[in-house]
């Protein structure tokens, strides 16, 4: 490719809404154009890239075993009515209606296309198992979409869904994609994580995410340096960082903490540490009757250490929680505790509630908490002399960094990361909603086990800038690069010799099936070079007038300082080298 017949649009500056690091590089690198509110045109530059890694994507993916198929943007409401989740996905799930008034969604994701197509095309146990998948648009229409391809409302995923016989056999299938997963992140040349998370509002019970390692990261990556440990904040386990609940030295006390309302306070007001005080968390959960009025309130006190935070989704899968919860009112609160937030402790309730303890608040003792009146705090606390065992213990706090990894292995380190993949084991949610059944052995009909895997192919192209740019531009990895390598001659209208070095050069890598870019525009060395720093090429080479008379040209690699010389009958050489051809 030339650069005068292909399409090269720089900016200096990036617009004022771009944000984050990816956005701003990606519109100033000319990779895409903003239509609407987290909706972009790919431009030639960017659209390069993304071919690139659905290339990869494929071919790793056929190479799993996995057909590709290809499932519309415009589906059915019935089909999503069927699961339940036209109703339940809320605001993100677009639905429109046709001219005749009948209503369809926008797919966010094609689970119940996927389990349609199933239920009518496999039908014995011989056809399994199989595995489709496909790329396409995708739509969710976020409430405040942000970061470019990052967090837009439309964009490009790979999904994947595997039908098997059996758990054990959609076991198999999860871990045939799990390393596809891994043979595609490496070949992407990205630095990524595999780590094991909560399968949210998607279903199921088992789920690994692919986080790309970025400090500009939304998703908190918890793993331990010397073991194969490694989770998503969400799940990551927290040990009781006690071995055992110690004896009772102090005597339980009602102690001042006039205006001291935080744990943070309290602790230094008392001069005590902020591990020996204990945080009250306060949510209530709701029972409907066939009318969908609430009929019973259930009202639920969460213990943490004060140096702790709680973890919802972990506190989300707490028996009694599991249905969905809310935090409490000021009126509840009040109700039950006889005392506004900020003074709260499990001594002294005006009604009952349900106590639950962290981990590591059961095994405490003489600890402080509030006394449920304002401008007062107990301290001495201690389980079973001062008040009853806690009704429930569960880890329901965030791991930190330092806290002892589950395994045994170490201690436990955080980092920051970028979602691109995630890989469920489904089981029968979808199949057992829809009556996808198949045929076995002995002519009985058995529900599928399925299993479904996603990458964001456009979050990929962000992902990929947060972790590999500098104050110059993007620094694309060979393999996803718009182009591998870029010729720069200087004066190549004006000077035979450079045009016929450039020329030559550029024909000799295109043989050898280098993806390889003459930039033939006239610009300036400055500009030229500014560009292709900004674009993120990973290899330059130069050709000047003056240097082609010492019989040598310039190479520098993106991420190198300078440019090396090099003899020009070794550039060929020395790139085949580079680029392991």
């Known amino acids: 490719m030339k650069a005068t017949q292909f399409f090269v649009s720089t900016l200096k500056e990036a617009p004022a809404d771009a944000e984050v690091v990816s956005h701003k590089l990606m519109m100033r690198a000319g990779m895409i154009k903003r239509l609407g509110a987290g909706i972009y045109n790919y431009m030639p530059m960017g659209l390069r890239v993304i071919r690139k890694v659905e290339k990869i994507i494929r071919e790793e993916m056929d190479a799993a075993g996995a057909v590709e198929c290809l499932m519309p943007v415009i589906q059915p409401a019935e089909l999503w009515q069927e699961t339940g989740r036209f109703d339940k996905m809320g605001p993100e799930l677009l639905r429109v209606k046709d001219r005749h008034g009948r209503d369809f969604i926008v797919q966010p994701t094609s689970e119940e296309v996927i389990t349609d197509i199933a239920r009518q095309e496999l039908r014995s ?3 399994l198992p199989k595995n489709f998948y496909h790329i396409q648009t995708k739509f969710r229409d976020e409430r405040r979409p942000r970061f470019g391809v990052m967090r837009g409302r439309e964009f490009t995923m790979k999904d994947a869904y595997s039908f098997d016989r059996d758990v054990e056999a959609a076991g198999r299938s999860y871990d045939n994609m799990y390393q596809a997963y891994c043979k595609i992140f490496d070949r992407l040349g990205l630095q990524y994580r595999a780590v094991a998370a909560d399968t949210g509002a998607i279903g199921g019970d088992r789920s690994h995410e692919f986080q790309v390692i970025a400090e500009t990261g939304e998703d908190a990556i918890v793993y331990c340096p010397t073991s194969d440990y490694a989770a998503n904040i969400e799940l990551a386990e927290a040990v009781a960082l006690l071995p055992s609940r110690g004896e009772a030295l102090q005597p339980l006390a009602k102690t001042p903490t006039p205006g001291k309302s935080t744990c943070e306070d309290v602790a230094q007001l008392l001069g005590l540490p902020l591990s020996q005080t204990v945080k009250s968390l306060v ?4 029972e409907q009757d066939a009318r969908g009025v609430v009929a019973k309130t259930q009202v639920w006190l969460l213990l943490v250490r004060g140096d702790h935070e709680l973890n919802e989704v972990k506190a989300g899968k ?3 929680l599991k249905g969905g919860f809310r935090f409490a009112t000021v009126g509840e609160i009040e109700e039950h505790f006889g005392c506004k937030p900020g003074y709260l402790g499990p001594i002294g309730l005006k009604q009952p509630v349900k106590i639950v303890a962290d981990r590591t608040v059961a095994v405490m003792s003489d600890f402080v908490c509030g006394a449920n009146e304002a401008d007062f705090h107990l301290t001495g606390v201690n389980w079973g002399r001062d008040l009853p ?29 970028i979602e691109v993949g995630h890989v469920f084991y489904l089981g029968t949610r979808y199949s057992a909603a829809m009556n996808a059944t198949f045929l076995d052995e002995n002519g009985k009909p058995k529900l599928l086990e399925m299993g479904c895997y996603g990458i964001g192919v456009t979050r990929i192209l962000g992902a990929a800038i947060e972790q590999n740019h500098d104050a110059r531009g993007i620094i694309w990895p060979d393999a996803i690069a718009p182009f591998t390598v870029v010729l720069c001659p200087i004066g190549m209208d004006r000077s035979d010799e450079v045009k016929v070095a450039a020329e030559t050069l550029y024909g000799a890598l295109k043989a050898l099936g280098v993806d390889v870019l003459l930039d033939d525009r006239g610009e300036r060395p400055g500009a030229m070079f500014a560009d292709w720093e900004l674009i993120g090429v990973p290899h330059r080479v130069v050709l000047s007038d003056r240097g082609l008379k010492d019989g040598q040209v310039e190479y520098q690699g993106r991420r190198d300082e300078a440019a090396a010389k090099l003899p020009v009958g070794d550039v060929v050489g020395h790139l085949k080298g580079l680029l392991k051809l």
């Open 125 to 127: 146990y011989r056809q």
């Open 318 to 320: 707490v028996d009694g």
């Open 283 to 286: 949510l209530a959960t709701d």
């Open 389 to 417: 065992e806690p009704d429930l213990v569960a880890d329901i706090r965030n791991v930190v960094a330092g806290d002892p990894s589950p395994d045994g292995q170490g201690l436990l380190a955080i980092q920051r990361g």
